[in-house]
């Protein structure tokens, strides 16, 4: 069975740091693109960022690029993402996916989902 | 940066046929995906590359696309179908992903 787990959300303030990670089992980890994907409440869903299965590529939306990083570490199946600089807009629910493609561009679907961590910047 | 345009809303009554629309300008290269999201719940892939069911989605959701313009189909829609969908796909580069701006779905 596919399992995402994630954990590392919380309340921080704005300007801080946060680290997310995503605990995978059930496929081979490293077969595979990862994504994280948010939604702020109330709102629909955006893509932050996406890596390809070896860790190799790695790509962000506008409105994180130079704050955001998402790494993974194959040998323990977790997928990371450093949220620096944080500001009150990113504030939402984030969710890791797993891509149906181990590229990481022209993702080719997101096929499981955890049920989400929620982080909140705010003074 | 790429945008995915849906109608905010679409009504059906039960039994009847809904369609969702999804307007992009790099669907004639680029597939469409298509998820279900209830409330509180994570999203769950419903169609996949356009026309594609995954096993253990309903057979009365079905997925087109032409030209700049992808569809998801709910036929004979049911009251457990009322959801937020949201299309999804990438850019002409392939680089950066997008998803669709959302339809709430209500079935009444």
Same mark, same amino acid.
């Given at each position: 069975?596919? =399992?995402?787990?994630?954990?590392?959300?919380?309340?921080?303030?704005?300007?801080?740091?946060?680290?997310?990670?995503?605990?995978?089992?059930?496929?081979?980890?490293?077969?595979?693109?990862?994504?994280?994907?948010? =939604?702020?409440?109330?709102?629909?869903?955006?893509?932050?960022?996406?890596?390809?299965?070896?860790?190799?590529?790695?790509?962000?939306?506008?409105?994180?690029?130079?704050?955001?990083?998402?790494?993974?570490?194959?040998?323990?199946?977790?997928?990371?993402? =450093?949220?620096?600089?944080?500001?009150?807009?990113?504030?939402?629910?984030?969710?890791?996916?797993?891509?149906?493609?181990?590229?990481?561009?022209?993702?080719?679907?997101?096929?499981?989902?955890?049920?989400?961590?929620?982080?909140?910047?705010?003074? | 940066?790429?945008?995915?345009?849906?109608?905010?809303?679409?009504?059906?009554?039960?039994?009847?046929?809904?369609?969702?629309?999804?307007?992009?300008?790099?669907?004639?290269?680029?597939?469409?995906?298509?998820?279900?999201?209830?409330?509180?719940?994570?999203?769950?892939?419903?169609?996949?590359?356009?026309?594609?069911?995954?096993?253990?989605?309903?057979?009365?959701?079905?997925?087109?696309?032409?030209?700049?313009?992808?569809?998801?189909?709910?036929?004979?829609?049911?009251?457990?179908?009322?959801?937020?969908?949201?299309?999804?796909?990438?850019?002409?580069?392939?680089?950066?992903?997008?998803?669709?701006?959302?339809?709430?779905?209500?079935?009444?």
């Amino acid at each position: 069975e596919v =399992q995402l787990l994630e954990s590392g959300g919380g309340l921080v303030q704005p300007g801080g740091s946060l680290r997310l990670s995503c605990a995978v089992s059930g496929f081979t980890f490293s077969n595979y693109a990862m994504h994280w994907v948010r =939604q702020a409440p109330g709102k629909g869903l955006e893509w932050v960022s996406g890596t390809s299965g070896s860790g190799g590529g790695t790509y962000y939306a506008d409105s994180v690029k130079g704050r955001f990083t998402i790494s993974r570490d194959n040998s323990r199946s977790t997928l990371y993402l =450093q949220m620096n600089s944080l500001r009150p807009e990113d504030t939402a629910v984030y969710y890791c996916a797993k891509d149906q493609g181990g590229n990481g561009y022209d993702s080719e679907g997101l096929d499981y989902w955890g049920q989400g961590t929620l982080v909140t910047v705010s003074s | 940066s790429y945008e995915l345009t849906q109608p905010p809303s679409v009504s059906v009554s039960p039994g009847q046929t809904a369609r969702i629309t999804c307007s992009g300008d790099t669907l004639p290269k680029k597939y469409a995906y298509w998820y279900q999201q209830k409330s509180g719940q994570a999203p769950v892939l419903v169609i996949s590359e356009d026309t594609k069911r995954p096993s253990g989605i309903p057979e009365r959701f079905s997925g087109s696309s032409s030209g700049t313009m992808a569809t998801l189909t709910i036929s004979g829609a049911q009251v457990e179908d009322e959801a937020d969908y949201y299309c999804y796909s990438t850019d002409s580069s392939g680089y950066y992903n997008v998803f669709g701006t959302g339809t709430k779905v209500t079935v009444l």
